[in-house]
């Protein structure tokens, strides 16, 4: 059963137009699936020809050889600054896409930027992180008439967004801070950030974006809490693991909540019964990544000896998807873009029930392209199975282009 009626979703559709009928005006995408790397860079710089980029966020599938795009960005785009990142599968103009090569030219007329790496991120010293923020907010002055946010995107097999985003927070003060944890596919090996010609894994990429544009951030999921609660008693924090939860064994003890054998725990169960923890009046999942051994688990966010769990449920996915990219700024404009970050275990799940569709048709609505992550990144926080994201609105009537 669908969220909506065929005669709703008629409606919607027509008072929404995608951004591969209706391109954005601040930002150009391109996207290749073409099966060489050499080739789809030049497909890519082909498509955003006429773009004249402040810089490029480049969101690159597992299946492309990161080695080889440093060599082939430097001899195809030699004078053009581009970020990215490895992901666990895209979003296009069209929706959902595991292969496709994505570029996002930002229009220098609209967008300026800077940046900083950090690396190593494991271990992590904060007051490097802090004063490193601190010192590129001061170096980036603002200009009157725009606003600033930043970006992050961080190695999703760090283990160290949690305190990397809280220590960012503290460095950049009133600046928001959205992003996405690298990803690769769902073979977690390797995930890696670009800067300066090169990919680097334990590492960290910052961007301090300054816009003219109005925007709003966006961070939601689709879970309630249960009465299941469960007790972390005794975990591995520095590694993300827990090895006993209410004093059993934790696999056995998680599977017997959701009420599954422990043989059948997959991501796709993952997925759709994470657990939550309570933070004030807001819960916050804390997704588990895979079993670990015969009997641990392996989260995707910050656990510890005594942290109370709560078991969440699902809402309607799409009805919640719909809903939280219904956005518009004070005038009631729909955004000209939406970049987006959405946790990979939303995909699966998604996947699962038969939605793809549905959800793609959703993003091409809302005018959604970004990346499928290991982690996301809202306003001090690092949160799995959330959708996160920055919706930019449409540049002022007669705005230079």
Avoid: W
Wanted: aromatic fraction near 6%; glycine fraction near 8%; charged fraction near 25%.
């Amino acid at each position: 059963m669908t969220s909506l009626s065929r005669e709703d979703g008629r409606r919607v559709a027509a008072q929404r137009e995608a951004l591969d009928r209706k391109p954005a005006r601040a930002v150009r995408i391109a996207v290749s699936h073409a099966g060489d790397t050499r080739e789809a860079i030049l497909d890519i710089r082909r498509q955003l020809s006429n773009a004249r980029p402040s810089f490029i966020l480049l969101f690159v599938p597992c299946r492309l050889a990161t080695k080889a795009l440093p060599a082939v960005l430097a001899d195809a785009m030699p004078d053009t600054v581009v970020f990215g990142c490895t992901t666990a599968g895209q979003i296009t103009p069209r929706g959902y896409d595991n292969d496709g090569l994505v570029a996002l030219a930002f229009e220098r007329s609209h967008f300026r930027v800077a940046s900083a790496l950090f690396s190593p991120i494991s271990p992590l010293s904060i007051a490097d992180v802090v004063s490193q923020a601190e010192r590129l907010s001061a170096q980036f002055g603002s200009t009157p008439g725009r606003r600033r946010l930043a970006l992050i995107f961080a190695d999703g097999l760090s283990k160290q967004e949690d305190i990397l985003v809280a220590a960012l927070e503290a460095g950049l003060s009133d600046i928001p801070v959205f992003g996405g944890s690298a990803g690769d596919g769902l073979r977690f090996q390797q995930t890696q950030v670009l800067r300066d010609g090169e990919f680097q894994s334990n590492a960290a990429l910052l961007l301090l974006l300054e816009t003219d544009l109005d925007f709003r951030g966006l961070g939601f999921d689709h879970f309630q809490p249960t009465e299941s609660r469960m007790v972390v008693t005794r975990a591995v924090p520095e590694e993300r693991l827990v090895l006993e939860i209410n004093g059993s064994p934790a696999a056995e003890e998680y599977a017997r909540l959701v009420g599954v054998p422990v043989d059948e725990l997959s991501p796709t169960i993952f997925a759709e019964n994470p657990v939550l923890v309570r933070n004030r009046d807001l819960y916050h999942v804390r997704a588990i990544q895979q079993i670990h051994g015969e009997h641990g688990l392996t989260f995707l966010s910050a656990i510890d000896d005594g942290l109370l769990l709560t078991l969440g449920r699902g809402k309607e996915i799409i009805r919640t998807l719909d809903s939280g990219l219904t956005v518009t700024d004070d005038d009631g404009a729909e955004p000209d873009f939406i970049l987006g970050f959405d946790c990979y275990l939303r995909k699966l799940e998604i996947e699962r029930k038969g939605l793809a569709d549905e959800a793609s048709e959703r993003f091409r609505q809302h005018r959604v392209v970004g990346f499928s992550t290991y982690g996301e990144q809202h306003l001090g926080v690092h949160v799995n199975q959330t959708f996160v994201g920055v919706a930019f609105f449409r540049p002022e009537r007669g705005a230079a282009l």
